[in-house]
C-alpha cells in the first residue's frame, strides 16, 4: 500500500484526500440512483394515474373517484418533479 512509507503527517493528508474521493463518488453514484428512481417513479405516476384519469373523465364526464385518482396522481407528479429540479439545482 503506498501509504505505509509516509510519515504521519503525509499518511493523515492521504487519509483525508482518500476518505474525501471516496466520499465524493458515493455521493454521486448515490445521487444518480436516486434522479433515475425519482424519474421512473414519475414516469410510472404519469403513465397509471394521471394519464388514465384523464382518458376516463374525457370519456365518462367524471367520477368523483376518477377526479380523485388523477389529483392524488397529478399532485404525486408535482411533488415527483419539485424533487427533481431540486436535485438539479
Not at 7 to 27: G, M
Not at 29 to 51: I, R
Amino acid at each position: 500500500m503506498p501509504s505505509d512509507s509516509l510519515s504521519p503527517e503525509e499518511r493523515q493528508q492521504y487519509d483525508l484526500v482518500y476518505h474525501a474521493t471516496k466520499n465524493a463518488i458515493w455521493d454521486v453514484l448515490g445521487t444518480a440512483v436516486y434522479l433515475l428512481f425519482l424519474v421512473f417513479g414519475g414516469f410510472l405516476v404519469l403513465f397509471v394515474f394521471v394519464l388514465p384519469a384523464l382518458s376516463a373523465l374525457s370519456q365518462t364526464g367524471g367520477t368523483p373517484v376518477v377526479l380523485g385518482v388523477g389529483a392524488v396522481g397529478l399532485i404525486l407528479f408535482v411533488a415527483i418533479g419539485y424533487r427533481i429540479v431540486r436535485l438539479l439545482q
